[in-house]
């Protein structure tokens, strides 16, 4: 069985059985690029906006109570997981998030019509424009239900990071005790110790944590109650007050109206802000996944100063190939984020005037950034740094014949007695503390 809906373009059928409607069928059509959908999360906040515009429209006399309250029995059904085979328009869309806008209004205005004892596409009952989107644009729902998911996924992001750190952290103190060399540009450097390496990728994480969560204060301000472009027509003052109280009452942080709604519209610096925080994040996972490949590199040719958790064969044709696997799959990861990064980059230059059109992918890269990032974040901890064990003959045998155990001495000898040493040394292929004791036998002989 069919309904047929019509808009400006003209007149579709509908499957009578289905709770979206013709924007969301025609959006379905004409953005067919990809098997993702609309970031499920995301759509939960999109309902939670919803049900918070309906009690604030109630409040301020615009809506009956009994529209409110099938709005807000709708949009919580979605919010706890129902209806999700209904949105089904694709993440990459044009139209500045219109089209999913559009495909929750139609879903709850649906769901609500079916509450209230009426065939879906009966919209002169409530309609999904007139009730369900009233006060509202999508050019201020839209990229507020962006911000609220992002919180959401910063948060678990941001679960995942302690966890990792604290498994640096263990590691670090393990480890204390192991002496090990310590290298600059590959070279021999100077003598420290394998706690005090792992406690620096623990320290740089967590940098990176409280840099991310300072910057996710700027998504707790909202152009909610600025409608089209920032000036809040058809949108009243009661409606603006009562929105926000409803919305803190319903979202676990403290929202707040920006101080210039219009410049909140169309300026996204803040989702750009995000992307380098979650950038910084990457390239720092991907410096300690470099260091551990390095380090466990081997095993009897290679540095070999540490082993990682064996996780699965590394060939189909060399025997007991043991690959960094872990390790490598974060680099990838990392790679990928920063890649996302340079959409959302690209994406934040490219608005004008009093909107950016392109939201919808800096969205979807942000989202799976903030995802790959908690998955990395859990998978590096719990599969690779938790099993890594140390070589310590290995660590200690290095640093015993190295020459970067000069420095420690140079200044009681000078700099360029120091490099006479290493490079006699290397040319003896012996040890600077060799050399360094036969100096001193024959100083204290010549005295004598």
């Known amino acids: 069985m069919m309904r047929v809906e019509s808009d400006t373009i003209g007149s579709l059928p509908i499957y009578e059985e289905a709770y979206y409607g013709i924007n969301s069928y025609r959006a379905k059509v004409n953005f067919a690029f990809t098997d993702q959908k609309v970031d499920r999360t995301m759509i939960k906040q999109?309902?939670?906006?919803?049900a918070a515009a309906a009690i604030a429209n109630q409040q301020a006399g615009t809506l009956s109570k009994e529209k409110a309250q099938i709005i807000v029995t709708a949009s919580e059904e979605i919010i706890a997981g129902k209806w999700e085979k209904e949105f089904i328009v694709d993440t990459f869309q044009g139209g500045a998030g219109t089209s999913t806008n559009m495909n929750v209004n139609e879903v709850i205005a649906n769901r609500g019509l079916e509450l209230m004892g009426y065939k879906k596409g009966e919209y002169q009952?409530?309609?999904?424009?007139d009730d369900v989107?009233?006060?509202?644009?999508?050019?201020?729902?839209?990229p507020s239900a962006g911000k609220l998911t992002l919180l959401?996924?910063?948060?678990?992001?941001?679960?995942?990071?302690i966890h990792l750190i604290d498994s640096w952290h263990k590691k670090a103190k393990e480890f204390q005790h192991v002496?090990?060399?310590g290298r600059t540009q590959l070279q021999e450097a100077v003598p420290m110790t394998v706690g005090e390496s792992f406690s620096a990728y623990a320290h740089s994480l967590t940098r990176c944590r409280e840099r991310i969560v300072h910057l996710s204060a700027e998504l707790l301000t909202l152009n909610m109650g600025g409608t089209a472009i920032g000036t809040g027509?058809?949108?009243?003052?009661?409606?603006q007050e009562h929105l926000y109280e409803e919305l803190n009452r319903?979202?676990?942080?403290?929202?707040?109206?920006?101080?210039?709604?219009?410049?909140s519209t169309q300026h996204t610096d803040s989702l750009a802000s995000i992307s380098g925080g979650l950038k910084t994040i990457a390239i720092t996972l991907n410096k300690s996944a470099n260091d551990l490949r390095i380090l466990a590199s081997g095993p009897r040719t290679g540095f070999h100063e540490l082993n990682l958790p064996a996780r699965q064969s590394g060939s189909s044709i060399m025997p007991g190939k043991v690959n960094p696997v872990i390790p490598e799959v974060i680099s990838q990861i990392a790679f990928q984020v920063i890649g996302n990064d340079g959409a959302v980059t690209f994406a934040t230059a490219s608005g004008e005037l009093e909107l950016n059109p392109f939201e919808p992918v800096m969205f979807h890269n942000l989202f799976e950034s903030c995802q790959l990032l908690t998955r990395a974040c859990q998978i590096y901890a719990d599969k690779c740094v938790a099993g890594i064990t140390i070589n310590e003959t290995v660590c200690s045998e290095a640093v015993a014949s190295s020459t970067g155990m000069i420095t420690?001495?140079?200044?009681?000898?000078?700099?360029?007695?120091?490099?006479?040493?290493?490079?006699?040394?290397?040319?003896?292929?012996?040890?600077?503390?060799e050399l360094f004791t036969q100096a001193t036998v024959l100083l204290t002989e010549t005295d004598q």
Not at 46 to 50: D, F, G, P, S, T
């Open 250 to 263: 319903r979202f676990p942080r403290s929202l707040r109206p920006a101080n210039d709604l219009i410049d």
């Open 152 to 161: 959401v996924y910063i948060e678990q992001l941001n679960e995942a990071l």
């Open 179 to 181: 002496a090990k060399m």
């Open 408 to 433: 420690a001495i140079t200044p009681q000898i000078g700099y360029e007695k120091a490099s006479v040493l290493v490079k006699e040394a290397l040319a003896k292929n012996c040890s600077v503390e």
């Open 125 to 129: 009952y409530l309609h999904p424009l």
């Open 46 to 50: 999109l309902a939670l906006i919803k």
């Open 133 to 142: 989107n009233q006060s509202q644009s999508t050019n201020d729902v839209y």
């Open 233 to 239: 027509l058809n949108a009243s003052y009661r409606y």
